[in-house]
């Protein structure tokens, strides 16, 4: 990817990044991510954003000190939730002079062939005329055989419909380590990763009480993005600015590489290039 040309991008962004541990909304991250995707669209880039943050902002808005155990109470904290989360992002947005369109979707919208295509060319639309569309899952009325599960999985699912040419995952953390860096003083961050299942060993539980991932869900979704020739990154979403490095092609967190192949909407060649051959470790 690195030295490719973007032309459609997807972002993923985690619960703890678009709140604080109250789970109130956490302006400043949201006003930098809203900034710096409708800087990157201005350049033509088309850009999808997959936000978290519904439940968790629900929580806070209700004044819920832990995340809900049962299905109404998620269900309706994510309901609350996706309101205020979508009234700020209107704002944010408009301010810098970039519409929005929301997507609600389940595993159905996918899975159902008919379903499917109308969402693809909804997709379609909104980035023809310059919208940036924002997707969740339906949690206030998805069920359990509906759901997708999390916004990771979710986030891969919109690469591939999108034929992305690369899905980036801001998270708490700077990318895949060796060992748990919040633990671990010797834990170094591993820059491109050619094979998944040589890490899978890497990942550790779930993330923080706001979210419902850790970096195994984010190596789930890398792996299914990978198959599609989506190549991947996972990087901190404590600074938003790195999505420029992304799209100028600057390293930035861990890079899964996919076979470019595959993603019949990327003009790169099948190979990868020299440099990310030259920067993939044995991992």
Known sequence: MYGGKINTLVVK?????LTHENGKLNFRNM???????????????????????????????LGLAEKPTEV????????VGQVALMYTYDKLFSEYGRSIGQILLNRADVDNSAHRANLVSTFEALLELG?????NENDSVTIDELIIGDNDTLSAVVAELVRA?????LTDIGG????????????RLIPVVADIDAVENLAGGAGSNRGTGGMATKLAAARLACAQGIDTIVASGADPSVLYDVVEGRPVGTLFVAPHCLNTASTDVCDNTQEEQERTEIL
């Open 31 to 61: 006003e930098l991510i809203s900034r710096v995707i409708c800087d990157i669209a201005n350049t033509g880039v088309r850009v999808v954003l997959v936000s978290s943050g519904a439940q968790a902002a629900g929580m806070g808005a």
């Open 165 to 169: 040419d690369a899905l980036v995952m």
């Open 13 to 17: 962004v985690g619960s703890s990044t």
């Open 176 to 187: 895949l380590y060796t060992a748990n860096p919040h633990t671990d003083p010797s834990a």
């Open 72 to 79: 109404k109470m998620k269900q309706a904290a994510a309901a």
């Open 131 to 135: 919208v940036v569309p924002i997707v």
